[in-house]
């Protein structure tokens, strides 16, 4: 019988990303664009349009619209609490046998507003798949800043 490497097996099964972005906005005006940037202003790779629908109240779904009952489920608001918290639960963008949460906590820091985003999933990822997933976070931090330039 083969030995296997339990420790080794689960850090292979998890994912836990933790990012803080600043943007120097009011804490309800980030919220509201953290919304947009998940919703219908969302983009996939190479900046291309991705027409993503979230439903901003507790149970409601975010998911890819492709049009005509077409499309993906990428979760479920499991919290939300405007303008300080969202939470969502799902496999997110992952189409294999994976759980997912993902928090946004936003909160006042001066004149700026702090979100810090934390992605935890547990699953069986293909080899190399979680190198690319923090690549999507990014491009949304990118654009919530692009909308609040620090010097005005």
């Given at each position: 019988m083969a030995q296997v490497d339990a420790p080794a097996a689960m850090a292979d099964m998890?994912?836990?990303i933790t990012e803080e972005?600043?943007?120097r906005a009011p804490l309800a005006e980030t919220f509201a664009a953290l919304l947009d940037e998940l919703g219908p202003e969302n983009r996939g790779m190479e900046e291309r349009p991705m027409p993503m629908v979230l439903e901003a109240r507790p149970g409601g779904r975010w998911?890819?619209?492709l049009g005509d009952g077409n499309g993906h489920l990428w979760g479920h608001v499991q919290a939300i609490r405007q303008p300080t918290l969202l939470e969502i639960n799902g496999p997110l963008m992952m189409s294999f046998a994976?759980?997912?949460n993902l928090q946004y906590r936003l909160k006042t820091d001066g004149n700026e507003t702090v979100i810090t985003l934390r992605?935890?999933?547990f699953g069986m990822f293909p080899d190399g798949y979680k190198d690319a997933l923090t690549q999507g976070w990014i491009g949304i931090?990118?654009?919530l800043a692009a909308r609040f330039p620090k010097e005005k």
């Open positions: 998890t994912l836990d972005m600043r943007v998911y890819r619209d994976v759980a997912s992605h935890t999933a931090y990118r654009r």
